[in-house]
C-alpha cells in the first residue's frame, strides 16, 4: 500500500492535481485526465469499469499511458487533445466492438478538419497497436483507412505585411518575429534557445521534432535581436534568451495570441504565426542558399512544402538547327 494522502484526499489513488490539470500517475508516467474535476472523473471511471478493461475509454487510456512518453514533447500536446476527443467519439463501444466500418464513419467526421482528423487516426491507430499486442482484439481496424488529403498551404507573406505586423508587435515580439525569419526554425525552437546555444559561429539549434543539429551563422539581424532580447532580461540571469514573468521561456500560445492582436490591428488576414519558416526557406532559396539544410529537413520533398514562392520562371528553349530553303522558308532540321 502506498502512503496516506496529506492533500486532496477526494481524489481516487494515484490522481493528482498538478499545473491546473488532473493526472493519472502509474510506474511514473502521468497521464493527463482532465481540466476540471468532473471531467477527470469521468476519464477515470471510464478506464476503471469493473465490467470491463476492454471499454474504449479505458484500453485509450491504459494506451496512452505508454504511447505519451514515446512521442516528442511538442506532439504530447496534441496526442492528449487526439484521445480526448476519441474518448468521446467510442464511449459507447467495447474495443473488441470497432470495426474498419466504425472508423470509416469517423474519419469522414472530420473531413472538414483533414490535418487534425488524420491526427486523431494516427492515434487510434497506435491504440489499437497497443491493443493488438496485447491481445485485446484480433486485427487493427485503422489498418486500410485512408488518410484525408491535406491541403497545402500556399500563402506567402509579403515583406509589407511583415512590416505592418512588426509595427503593430510589442519588443519581444519583434525579437521573436526576427529570430525566426532570421533563422528559419520552428517558432517552439526559437522560443527554446538558450543563452548556452549562442556560440562564435552562430545560434546551435536542436530541433524538438526532428532532432537534427544545426548552427545559423550570425548576421548582423540575428546579432540585433539577441541584444535586444538581453537588454529586456535586465539583471535577472536566466537559462533562456527569451524569457515570461516568470522567468521561463516563453510559451506557444501566449505568443500566438499576440501575434493575433498584431495581425488584427495591422489589417493583415490569414497571417499564421509559422508563416515565418516558410517566409525564411523561400527567401532563402531565392538567395540561392540551401533552404533544406537551413530547415533541418532529410529530404527535398518536406523542404518543398515551405517554399511558397509562385512567381513566374523564366526559362530558355532549346537550341536547334535549321537552314533556308529556296523559298525563305525555314525547315527544321535535327
Not at 492535481?17 to 477527470?40: N, P, Q
Not at 519588443?171 to 548556452?196: F, H, M, P, W, Y
Not at 521561463?248 to 505568443?255: L, Q
Not at 525564411?280 to 531565392?286: F, G, L, S, V
Request: with cysteine.
Amino acid at each position: 500500500m502506498g502512503r496516506p494522502r496529506k492533500h486532496n484526499k477526494h481524489l481516487p489513488p494515484c490522481v493528482y492535481e498538478r499545473h491546473g490539470a488532473f493526472w493519472l500517475v502509474r510506474g511514473g508516467k502521468w497521464l493527463r485526465l482532465g481540466s476540471t474535476l468532473a471531467e477527470a472523473m469521468t476519464a477515470y471511471a471510464a478506464a476503471h469499469q469493473p465490467s470491463g478493461r476492454g471499454t474504449m475509454a479505458g484500453v485509450i487510456a491504459d494506451a496512452m499511458v505508454e504511447i505519451l512518453p514515446r512521442v516528442k514533447p511538442t506532439t504530447r500536446k496534441q496526442y492528449e487533445l487526439a484521445a480526448k476527443v476519441l474518448r468521446q467519439a467510442f464511449a459507447e463501444f467495447r474495443v473488441e466492438q470497432v470495426t474498419a466500418a466504425d472508423v470509416a464513419e469517423f474519419r469522414a467526421d472530420w473531413a472538414s478538419k483533414p490535418n487534425m482528423g488524420n491526427r486523431h487516426l494516427s492515434v487510434l491507430r497506435a491504440v489499437f497497436d497497443w491493443a493488438l499486442e496485447r491481445r485485446l482484439v484480433t486485427s487493427n481496424p485503422c489498418v486500410g483507412i485512408k488518410r484525408h488529403a491535406e491541403k497545402k498551404r500556399t500563402r506567402l507573406l509579403t515583406e509589407a505585411e511583415l512590416a505592418a505586423i512588426y509595427e503593430q508587435a510589442g519588443e519581444r515580439l519583434r525579437v521573436i518575429i526576427d529570430l525566426a525569419v532570421g533563422t528559419g526554425q520552428r517558432i517552439n525552437d526559437v522560443l527554446k534557445i538558450r543563452r548556452s546555444d549562442l556560440t562564435d559561429d552562430g545560434i546551435r539549434f536542436q530541433q524538438s521534432k526532428t532532432g537534427a543539429r544545426l548552427v545559423v551563422r550570425w548576421t548582423p539581424r540575428l546579432r540585433d535581436a539577441v541584444r535586444r532580447a538581453a537588454e529586456m532580461q535586465g539583471t535577472i540571469p536566466t537559462l533562456t534568451l527569451l524569457r515570461n514573468r516568470r522567468g521561463k521561456a516563453p510559451d506557444y500560445k501566449t505568443i500566438q495570441g499576440q501575434w493575433d492582436l498584431a495581425c488584427k490591428a495591422a489589417k493583415v488576414t490569414d497571417a499564421h504565426l509559422h508563416d515565418l519558416r516558410a517566409m525564411a526557406a523561400t527567401a532563402a532559396k531565392a538567395q540561392g542558399l540551401d533552404a533544406q539544410q537551413l530547415l533541418g529537413h532529410r529530404t527535398q520533398a518536406n523542404t518543398a512544402r515551405y517554399l511558397r514562392d509562385r512567381s513566374d520562371v523564366l526559362v530558355d528553349g532549346p537550341s536547334i538547327g535549321h537552314v533556308q530553303n529556296s523559298f525563305g522558308k525555314t525547315r527544321v532540321t535535327p
